[in-house]
């Protein structure tokens, strides 16, 4: 399967923890994007990568939210110290530059 | 700020009936998509529709843009129980970055 890939698909987690979530994009994909869905919402974005330069953060990305993508390859975002309002769906997606973007599957964090 | 406003919020109809959903926005966008989502997995992308007037046509869906590309609408004919799913217009944030601004989504519900 040659789709942008997100691992783990489902995450618990007690409030306070720290949690790391890993997304493969599609491999001559040189931007990567992280977005953020909650209930009854649509995706809002939080950051996105061209090659290994973060280029742009929202500012839903508090400061307990990091991502990576130090090879220009996969990207992490690890969200330290975690709390109950950041229970949602956690999407990345992919594309060359102008292109059209693929989604992954998304990894469901739930803070209890 | 640029809002995606979609209505209705949540549909639900029997199979064989003919439906419209809407994607409007005091913004122009250069381009709107539409996206399908079933639960627990990403968005998939249906069609992108560029030219402010342009309808485009996907077996029983039909995508129409705004003349002034601030709004657009998808039909959907004879539905079917596989339409189900949550609909998704996305419109690009501007500039070079590629991100998308997503509307909250309609719900569809088609029953057998």
């Known amino acids: 399967d040659t789709g942008v890939s997100q691992d783990p698909r489902h995450k618990i987690t007690k409030r306070g923890q720290n949690v790391t979530f890993r997304c493969d994009p599609i491999?001559?994909?040189?931007?990567l994007y992280w977005y953020r869905q909650t209930l009854g919402q649509g995706p809002e974005f939080l950051t996105y990568f061209q090659n290994e330069a973060q280029l742009e953060k929202s500012r839903l990305l508090s400061d307990r939210f990091s991502a990576e993508r130090p090879k220009g390859s996969f990207s992490t975002l690890e969200i330290q110290r975690t709390e109950q309002g950041d229970s949602a769906m956690y999407l990345c997606?992919?594309?060359?530059?102008?292109?059209?973007?693929?989604f992954g599957q998304g990894t469901r964090l739930t803070v209890v | 700020t640029q809002l995606l406003e979609q209505s209705p919020q949540f549909l639900s109809i029997q199979e064989g009936e003919n439906l419209t959903v809407y994607c409007n926005s005091s913004?122009?966008?250069?381009?709107l998509q539409w996206y399908r989502q079933e639960p627990g997995e990403g968005p998939v992308l249906l069609v992108t529709v560029v030219t402010g007037g342009e309808v485009k046509k996907l077996k029983r869906l039909t995508f129409q843009f705004g003349d002034a590309r601030k709004d657009s609408s998808l039909h959907i004919t004879a539905a079917q129980p596989g339409d189900t799913g949550l609909y998704l217009c996305a419109g690009g944030a501007g500039g070079s970055q590629g991100n998308l601004i997503f509307g909250k989504g309609t719900k569809l519900s088609v029953k057998p």
């Open positions: 997606a992919s594309s060359l530059v102008g292109g059209r973007a693929f």
């Open positions: 913004s122009v966008f250069s381009s």
């Open positions: 491999s001559e994909h040189n931007r």
